[in-house]
């Protein structure tokens, strides 16, 4: 079995883990850093490019700001959800006020915003705050889960 791609958070190598593998805690191959986690991690600009261009396994975004009163009321949900899909996806979180360019990249007109690729493309996209059951069901209905 060949695997599916994971980018490291922590060192931004690629890593191949078998698809049954993904719930047994799986470890970058050069820095040791957990590529699955059950809570939202806080994410670059330049790891989220790469991650999104070559992950194999759905990574679900949360574009957010501190001064976003939205944002922070979803932050609770966003992590119940990371919670129930762990070994299926990979939450993350990339704070829009530290990366202003990701406005621009992937054309963020509000937040909260939440966007799933798979495969190196966007495979849905979710405005405004919603709760944890909303969530996943908008993954199930853009078939990222």
Known sequence: MAGVKLTCPDCDQGNRVP????????????????????????????????????????????FWAAWCGPCRMMAPEFAKAAGTAKGQARFVKLDTEAFPQAGARY???????????????????????????????????????
């Open 19 to 62: 698809a049954d593998k993904l719930n047994a805690g799986p470890r970058c191959g050069t820095c040791g850093a957990p590529l699955m986690w059950d809570k939202p991690k806080e994410v670059t600009f330049d790891w989220l490019q790469k991650a999104a261009a070559r992950d194999e396994v759905p990574l679900v975004v949360d």
């Open 107 to 145: 054309g963020i007109r509000g937040i909260p915003l939440l966007m799933a690729f798979r495969g190196g493309r966007e495979v849905a996209r979710q405005a405004g705050a919603v709760p944890a059951p909303a969530i996943l069901d908008w993954l199930k209905g853009a078939e990222a889960l």
